[in-house]
């Protein structure tokens, strides 16, 4: 966008990002024509033109195995809990509202594990919500820590998305510490 490369090494960069905001996943074209019928036929029984297919290697730091996710319905509410929290500072209704959701250990890990994500955006107010949420009791202090450390191993490739993220997860340690 600065100029400083070529248009064509442009295109490349952003396609390179969009394939990883995407999960290394692109969307291929169908190669063969078809006629009407057959369009029609196979927009009944599929997605349409295109189909996902891998783009290359899973990197190093993603599992293998993949890791059961928690309902999109909750992930959904915990980021808008943290947007309230981020608009009232209540304390109180965070901690409240985060136990009606009644999340298994292993959801309130991949819950965490998200909002430790975002807040390597540099966000502090989701900061704020996790020393919330570990002084209260409802998320473990260790399982929190867990969580930062494991960003901090794959920082390498955190910084490419957030430039910030090893003086937030510096903040964030030393939030949860207290």
């Not at 009644?102 to 975002?118: E, G, I, N, Q």
């Not at 919500?129 to 490739?157: P, T």
Request: aromatic letters at 4%.
């Amino acid at each position: 966008q600065d100029g400083s490369y070529s248009s064509r090494s442009g295109c490349m960069i952003l396609d390179v990002v969009e394939l990883r905001q995407n999960r290394w996943e692109m969307k291929a074209k169908r190669e063969q024509a078809k006629t009407l019928r057959e369009v029609n036929e196979g927009a009944r029984k599929s997605k349409g033109a295109f189909e996902v297919v891998v783009a290359g290697a899973r990197p190093r730091h993603m599992a293998a195995k993949p890791v059961k996710q928690v309902e999109t319905v909750q992930l959904d509410k915990v980021i808008r809990l943290v947007e309230y929290y981020e608009d009232d500072n209540d304390e109180e209704a965070l901690v409240k509202d985060w136990k009606t959701m009644r999340l298994s250990t292993a959801d309130t890990d991949v819950a965490v594990k998200l909002l430790v994500t975002k807040a390597a955006s540099g966000s502090l107010a989701i900061i704020g919500a996790l020393r919330c949420l570990v002084a209260s009791g409802v998320v473990a202090q260790a399982a929190a820590l867990q969580v930062v450390a494991a960003k901090e191993a794959v920082l390498s490739d955190l910084v490419l998305d957030f430039p910030k993220a090893a003086t937030t997860l510096e903040e964030i340690r030393s939030a949860l510490a207290c």
